[in-house]
């Protein structure tokens, strides 16, 4: 596609649940990331992949948090065991090079845990 | 480390007025820095980004932003502003060799008739 595409595009779940978010990148893009933003909270860092490796994956905040990326294309971030703090909007971002290019970012996907 | 820091997570302006945004960074190394705008339910665009070349950076919908080594600052600025703009703003710094942006906190801009 054009863009960075995500979904779901807003996901409602109950606690304790076990949730799977999708990114696709622009076509070509070797680096992704995935941030979360919270309500005034910013945007907070993830993970990084180049191409299918994850170089840093300081970001995730919790053994409950993994992402993975195959075929250097789609990224999968899962949470499991969901809590009510996870709720934030997940955004995924992709770029041609690391460290001085411009990112790409989706629209994210909501996630609401009950 | 990296880190960025805006000052005012709200600012109000008239329109026509001007806009001034605020964004100190701390870095151990020469930073590349950006600006990214996002406006209600939609994804982060850039704005701007500095690179080392030329200190005052020109962007689109008629933003600019002045890096100043001395003060740490990578101020972003509009002479008139108008009802458009309002969204949220962030500044970054690049990490080197670290292949991910350190985001500010966001300022959200509202702008007035």
């Known amino acids: 596609g054009a863009g960075v595409s995500q979904s779901p595009s807003n996901k409602v779940t109950e606690k304790g649940k076990d949730v799977e978010l999708r990114c696709d990148p622009i076509?070509?893009?070797?680096?992704l990331y995935w941030y979360r933003q919270s309500l005034g909270q910013g945007l907070e860092f993830l993970i990084y992949?180049?191409?299918?490796?994850?170089?840093?994956k300081s970001g995730l905040p919790s053994d409950r948090f993994s992402a993975e990326r195959t075929g250097g294309s789609v990224s999968t971030l899962t949470i499991q065991r969901t809590q009510q703090e996870d709720s934030a909007v997940y955004l995924c971002?992709?770029?041609?090079?690391?460290?001085?290019?411009?990112?790409?970012f989706g629209e994210g996907s909501r996630l609401t845990v009950l | 480390a990296q880190s960025v820091t805006q000052l005012g997570s709200h600012v109000s302006v008239s329109e026509g007025a001007l806009v001034l945004l605020r964004c100190n960074y701390s870095?151990?190394?020469?930073?590349?820095l950006f600006w990214y705008v996002q406006y209600p339910n939609q994804g982060l665009q850039l704005l701007l980004k500095?690179?080392?070349?030329?200190?005052l950076v020109k962007g689109i919908n008629g933003f600019e932003a002045e890096f100043k080594k001395s003060e740490t600052s990578f101020h972003l600025t509009k002479p008139s502003a108008h009802m458009s703009d309002a969204a949220e703003y962030f500044c970054?710094?690049?990490?080197?060799?670290?292949?991910?942006?350190?985001f500010g906190q966001g300022t959200e801009l509202s702008v007035k008739p």
């Open positions: 870095s151990s190394v020469p930073p590349y």
């Open positions: 076509s070509g893009h070797t680096a």
């Open positions: 971002a992709s770029s041609l090079l690391d460290n001085t290019g411009e990112l790409f």
């Open positions: 992949f180049q191409g299918n490796s994850a170089p840093d």
């Open positions: 500095y690179t080392s070349a030329a200190t």
């Open positions: 970054a710094v690049s990490v080197p060799q670290g292949g991910k942006l350190i």
